[in-house]
Each structure stands twice: as structure tokens, then as C-alpha cells.
């Protein structure tokens, strides 16, 4: 038995021998084609866990970008929440303010009428309640620019022959009705910008004039003289006061500046 086995062992030993002698058997050329297979297998390896770690790192770079944006939404929604409410105590503040500021306009305007309640009772002067200009309407006016013209600049006749120029009135005849009975009454008036035919300012406002008897402009009722107007004088509002702004006539336009007989501070018949 232990011949047989010596045997087996031997044989054994052999066989090892014979495979471990096997590599060494192969040409050249195979092993130069395994060193070569190993060499491309090494790269692709090396390509590999690059594509690998670059991947590896673009994955992280894209999770922190959304980190970054999440964060970017959340305190975008807190800017706009703010703007929100800064704009709602924004216009909560102009609408009190609008609200104290109407309010403290009907308190100026309340205290206004009251100083011009407070006023009315008082006496009024004489100068405050005589009109600046007292105009006539009439169909004599047309006549007389006619004749003007026709003239060029020199004295016009009225029907009845007289003259009416620079210092000549011309009388009309008004009709009036009082008591139910139609009456004509005579007047004498005259064109604008004649001796008197408006009321004196400086007299006006303080009841006395510097130049007294030399003045050219009219003290009192009794020394304003009538002023012949055009039959549609101050029968249309003035179109820049329509519109909002000021005329810079004052008192001598020729159209309404007031719906307001007493505001236009002229006796119009």
C-alpha cells in the first residue's frame, strides 16, 4: 500500500510539473498579445473610473445647484411676501393721509365761510357794492363799427345825424316795463375806454383815489358812465375758463367769466 501510494504521489507530482510547464510553452507572439490585451484593459479601466469621477462630481455639482435654487425660490417668496406687505402699508398710509388732507380742506373751507359769514355781517363800503362797468346792449354797436369802418378811424353819425366820436355819447332809446306798462327810457353811452367808463381800482379798494377830480377812471355810481355794447356781449362763457385755465382780459372780456351775475362785478343791461 504504501508502494501505491508513493506511485500516486509520483505521478501527481508530475502532472503539476506538466501543467505549471504549460505556460512556458506558449509562442512569443501569445504573449505578446496577452501583454498588449492587458496593457488596453488597464487603459479602458483608467478611462472608466475618470468618466466615473467626473460623473461622480457632476451629479454632486447638480444637487448643489438645486440646493442653491431651493434656497434662491424660498427667499424669492420672502421678498415678494415683503414687497406685498409693504405696498398694502404703503397705500393704507396715502389713503389716511388723502383722507386727513380732505379733511383738513373741509376744515379750512369751513373756517373760510365762517370768516366770510363773519364778514358779510359787517358794513360793507360803498366802493365794494358799485359795479366796474355798467354795458348796454345794443344794435347801435353793429351800426357804429360799420360806420367806423367805412370811416377808417373817423367819427361816426348815429340815425338821427349826431356825432359820436371821442368825447360825444350817443343816446339810445331802452325800453323798460314797470307797473305792466312798456316805457322807453333815453340813455347816453359811450365806448370803451372813454373818460369814466370804469371804476377806479385805487378808489375801489380803499375808498379814496390820490389823483381825486384828475382821475380818468369814474368815483362812485353817479360819475360811471354807460358803455355800448354788443347785442351778445357776456352771453357766452369764456372758452379758457371753460377749459380750466385763466383769461388774461380779467374783467374786460367780452364773454362770461361767472355764472354769477354779482361775481362779474359788471351791471350788464
Same mark, same amino acid.
Given at each position: ?9 509520483r ?21 505578446? *498579445?496577452?501583454? +498588449? ?9 483608467? %478611462? ?8 461622480? +462630481?457632476? *451629479? ?30 404703503l ?11 380732505? %379733511? ?11 370768516k ?22 345794443s ?17 361816426s ?49 380803499t ?9 380818468? *377812471? ?15 356781449? +357776456? ?29 362779474e ?5
Amino acid at each position: 500500500m504504501a508502494e501505491v501510494d508513493e506511485g500516486a504521489e509520483r505521478r501527481g507530482a508530475s502532472s503539476a510539473k506538466s501543467s505549471n510547464s504549460t505556460p512556458s510553452s506558449a509562442s512569443p507572439l501569445e504573449v505578446e *498579445f496577452q501583454r +498588449k490585451l492587458i496593457r488596453e484593459t488597464n487603459m479602458l479601466t483608467n %478611462r472608466f473610473n475618470s468618466a466615473f469621477y467626473s460623473l461622480r +462630481k457632476a *451629479f454632486a455639482e447638480v444637487g448643489f445647484l438645486r440646493e442653491e435654487n431651493l434656497k434662491l425660490r424660498t427667499e424669492s417668496l420672502d421678498l415678494s411676501a415683503l414687497v406685498a406687505e409693504r405696498e398694502s402699508q404703503l397705500i393704507s398710509s396715502i389713503s389716511r393721509l388723502s383722507v386727513e388732507t380732505k %379733511r383738513n380742506e373741509r376744515e379750512v373751507l369751513a373756517d373760510l365761510d365762517q370768516k366770510n359769514c363773519n364778514g358779510a355781517s359787517k358794513a360793507v363800503p360803498e366802493s365794494r357794492n358799485v359795479p366796474k362797468v355798467i354795458s348796454v346792449r345794443s344794435n347801435g354797436f353793429l351800426a357804429l363799427n360799420k360806420g367806423r369802418v367805412a370811416g377808417v378811424g373817423a367819427p361816426s353819425k348815429s340815425r338821427n345825424g349826431c356825432k359820436f366820436g371821442a368825447d360825444q355819447p350817443l343816446r339810445l332809446r331802452l325800453a323798460s316795463q314797470g307797473n305792466g306798462e312798456r316805457e322807453e327810457i333815453e340813455l347816453e353811452v359811450y365806448n370803451q375806454g372813454m373818460l369814466k367808463t370804469e371804476l377806479c381800482n385805487k378808489w375801489e379798494e380803499t375808498g379814496d383815489c390820490p389823483y381825486a377830480d384828475r382821475c380818468q *377812471f369814474a368815483h362812485g355810481i353817479k360819475e360811471l358812465r354807460p358803455v355800448i355794447r354788443h347785442p351778445r356781449y +357776456k352771453t357766452e362763457i369764456c372758452r379758457m375758463i371753460s377749459s380750466g385755465g385763466t383769461c388774461p382780459y380779467g374783467h374786460r372780456c367780452h364773454f362770461r367769466h361767472s355764472l354769477d351775475s354779482q361775481a362779474e362785478k359788471e351791471l350788464v343791461i
